[in-house]
């Protein structure tokens, strides 16, 4: 009964992790951050608020990528209900981290000091849509894998 529930818990963490992942990019980016911008006082004092956010957000996204390269790491005693991990999705996972490092250490920097704005802000909301789309595309593979896994199992 303990090794089924492992079983099922492997199974389904990944797309709990990416679902978080990706739920807290879309409310932080789509949702959050423009209502800083429309609601506080002046842009300044939005920015400082968003550049926190964002902050968060890349550590967020560094705990779920880092779950999620443990969880879809072939094991041992992989059943039926664990799926077999494709190693393009490697790629997203490592790509959506590499996104939010580079905007958390290369793009913030140059925005916070205001060094060409349009110019690094673009970059970094360039940077965070590839993040999310990344993301959004291996949530949508892994609950596809998932409802097959299922659909097995019953």
């Known amino acids: 009964m303990i090794s089924t529930w492992r079983q099922r818990l492997r199974a389904r963490l990944p797309i709990l992790v990416a679902g978080l992942w990706w739920g807290s990019l879309s409310a932080v980016g789509f949702m959050v951050v423009p209502l800083l911008f429309a609601k506080l006082g002046t842009p300044a ?26 969880a879809l790491r072939p094991s041992a005693d992989q059943d039926a209900l664990a799926p077999v991990w494709p190693t393009a999705w490697l790629g997203f996972v490592l790509g959506a981290m590499l996104c939010a490092l580079l905007s958390e250490f290369g793009v913030a920097p140059h925005i916070v000091a205001r060094d060409n704005l349009k110019l690094w802000h673009s970059l ?22 998932a409802g097959e896994s299922q659909r097995q199992a019953t």
């Open 45 to 70: 004092v939005a920015g400082g608020m968003a550049a926190h956010l964002f902050t968060a957000q890349t550590w967020v996204g560094t705990v779920c990528g880092l779950l999620l390269l443990m």
């Open 124 to 145: 970094g909301s360039g940077l965070y849509l590839l993040q999310w789309v990344l993301v959004g595309l291996l949530l949508w593979r892994l609950s596809g894998v």
